[in-house]
């Protein structure tokens, strides 16, 4: 899977963890950075790898903070991007399952380096069930398309 992350400098860390994960899992990844722990706004970070995914240069992708929080949001601004903070294991399953989150985010500073190995492996192979949860899928994107269309 081709796989598209980035962090802030507080999800440095764990970024350069997960990096390693996604390399033994057999994952192509594009890291957008950051290449340090000195201080960067992460905005543009989180919608370098959300456009990546959006425009399908990447399958799914993964942004990094401290708490994941602001990254998730980021992340959504993109159209077409379903950003997800999973910061345990039930939120990871569901946010693939029910939501076909194509934007995992995680924080640095919550979730520590091995949870967050089990974290992105199974959100990496968590199936979208479809079904009535496709006709959800729908209606975001309808919302999010209005929202484009109307000016807002």
Known sequence: MRIAIGADHAGFALKQHLLGTL????????DRGTDSEAP???PPICAEVARLVANGQADRGIVVGGSGQGEQIAANKVDGIRAA???DLYSARM????NDANVLAIGGRVVAAALADEIVELWLVTAFAGGRHQRRIEQIADIERSTVSSGS
Not at 95 to 98: G, Q
């Open 23 to 30: 390399a033994r899992l057999g994952h192509d990844v594009n």
């Open 40 to 42: 960067v706004d992460y």
């Open 85 to 87: 903070l999973c910061n």
């Open 95 to 98: 946010s693939r399952e029910h």
